[in-house]
């Protein structure tokens, strides 16, 4: 069973930073690239962010390009999301996703590319 697990989400005011963690168990992570994705409620599923499975490729949507920053460690199954600069139209769940994919050098900014979600984790960010 593979299972993705995100922590790190919760209430922040405008300016301030969140790391969030996506923590893999069942299968490990190191051969597929993983994405961020966010959603508000009655919007579609956004690609914010991702990383290649070696780690040496990312990917930014320009709406938060210079304030996110996607991170892995092999070790640890785990891939971050540090959040800076937060603003109000940060708001929304965040989830992590894997590539159903191995080894692929692109990043795929299309969820139907990713077979394995996390639950979600909220983040809010006040004015």
């Known amino acids: 069973q593979v299972l993705l697990v995100e922590s790190g989400g919760g209430l922040v005011q405008t300016g301030g930073s969140l790391r969030l963690s996506c923590v893999a168990s069942?299968?490990?992570?190191?051969?597929?690239?993983v994405g961020w994705f966010r959603q508000v409620p009655g919007k579609e599923r956004d690609f914010g962010v991702g990383?290649?499975?070696?780690?040496?490729?990312?990917e930014y949507a320009d709406s938060v390009k210079g304030r996110f920053t996607i991170s892995r460690d092999a070790a640890k199954n785990t891939v971050y999301l540090q959040m800076s600069s937060l603003q109000p139209e940060d708001t929304a769940v965040y989830y992590c996703?894997?590539?159903?994919?191995?080894?692929?050098?692109?990043?795929?900014?299309?969820?139907?590319?990713?077979?394995?979600w996390g639950q979600g984790t909220q983040v809010t960010v006040s004015s």
């Open positions: 990383i290649n499975w070696s780690g040496d490729r990312t």
């Open positions: 996703a894997r590539d159903r994919a191995p080894r692929r050098w692109a990043i795929n900014i299309n969820p139907h590319e990713y077979d394995y």
């Open positions: 069942g299968h490990t992570f190191k051969s597929y690239a």
